[in-house]
C-alpha cells in the first residue's frame, strides 16, 4: 500500500506547501475532491490550493504541488485541476516530488521510489529509482534553469521563475 495524507503528520505537508505560498486543503472522506485530473482519491489542484482526502496517496499530493511549483505564471494564474505541461516540465514534477519527499518525516525517496514504482510510474530504466539515479540529468538541469532547485541539488523554496 501506498502512503497517504491521513498517515503523515498534517503539519509536515502544511510547513512544506507554505514555504511554496501554497494552501492544503482538506476534503471529507467520501467527497470528491474538487480539482482532482484523474478523480477518485487523487490530489486536486486549483490555484494555490492543494485538496487531499486522508486517502489522497502522498505521491499525489506532492506530484500536484510540484506541478504549480514548476508551471509558470502565467498557468498558475488560472490554475483549475488540470496543470498542463509537457516532456520536460513533467520530469522536472518527478524529479522535485522526489527530492519534496525527504522533507516530510514519514515518507523520504526509498518511499517515495516504492511508492511511484507500486502506482505504475514508468520509467524506461524500469524504475523511479533507477531514472532518478542514473537518467535524470535532464530533470535536474530544468529545474535547476528555472531556480526550483540549486546547484546542490537542493529546494530553493521557490516556483519557476
Same mark, same amino acid.
Given at each position: 500500500?501506498?502512503?497517504? *495524507?491521513?498517515? +503523515?503528520?498534517?503539519? =509536515?505537508?502544511?510547513?512544506?506547501?507554505?514555504?511554496?505560498?501554497?494552501?492544503?486543503? @482538506?476534503?471529507?472522506?467520501?467527497?470528491? +475532491?474538487?480539482?482532482?485530473?484523474?478523480?477518485?482519491?487523487?490530489?486536486?489542484?486549483?490555484?494555490?490550493?492543494?485538496?487531499?482526502?486522508?486517502?489522497?496517496?502522498?505521491?499525489?499530493?506532492?506530484?500536484?504541488?510540484?506541478?504549480?511549483? *514548476?508551471?509558470?505564471?502565467?498557468?498558475?494564474?488560472?490554475?483549475?485541476?488540470?496543470?498542463? &505541461?509537457?516532456?520536460?516540465?513533467?520530469? =522536472?514534477?518527478?524529479?522535485?516530488?522526489?527530492?519534496?519527499? &525527504?522533507?516530510?518525516?514519514? *515518507? &523520504?525517496?526509498?518511499?517515495?521510489?516504492?511508492?511511484?514504482?507500486?502506482?505504475?510510474?514508468?520509467?524506461?530504466?524500469?524504475?523511479?529509482?533507477? @531514472?532518478?539515479?542514473?537518467?535524470?540529468?535532464?530533470?535536474? /538541469? @530544468?529545474?535547476?534553469?528555472? =531556480?526550483?532547485?540549486?546547484?546542490?541539488?537542493?529546494?530553493? @523554496? /521557490?516556483?519557476?521563475?
Amino acid at each position: 500500500m501506498v502512503l497517504t *495524507c491521513g498517515e +503523515i503528520a498534517k503539519t =509536515g505537508l502544511v510547513g512544506l506547501l507554505t514555504r511554496y505560498s501554497m494552501v492544503l486543503e @482538506w476534503v471529507a472522506d467520501g467527497q470528491v +475532491i474538487p480539482g482532482s485530473f484523474w478523480g477518485d482519491s487523487e490530489a486536486g489542484l486549483i490555484g494555490n490550493r492543494l485538496l487531499v482526502r486522508l486517502d489522497t496517496p502522498l505521491h499525489s499530493a506532492l506530484h500536484e504541488a510540484c506541478h504549480y511549483i *514548476c508551471m509558470d505564471q502565467q498557468r498558475r494564474d488560472g490554475l483549475n485541476t488540470d496543470a498542463g &505541461g509537457g516532456y520536460d516540465e513533467e520530469n =522536472g514534477v518527478n524529479y522535485l516530488q522526489i527530492l519534496l519527499s &525527504g522533507y516530510i518525516p514519514e *515518507c &523520504g525517496r526509498a518511499r517515495m521510489f516504492a511508492d511511484m514504482d507500486e502506482w505504475g510510474y514508468s520509467y524506461r530504466l524500469g524504475s523511479a529509482q533507477a @531514472w532518478f539515479e542514473q537518467d535524470a540529468e535532464d530533470a535536474m /538541469q @530544468w529545474l535547476l534553469r528555472f =531556480g526550483v532547485i540549486d546547484e546542490d541539488d537542493k529546494p530553493t @523554496w /521557490q516556483v519557476r521563475q
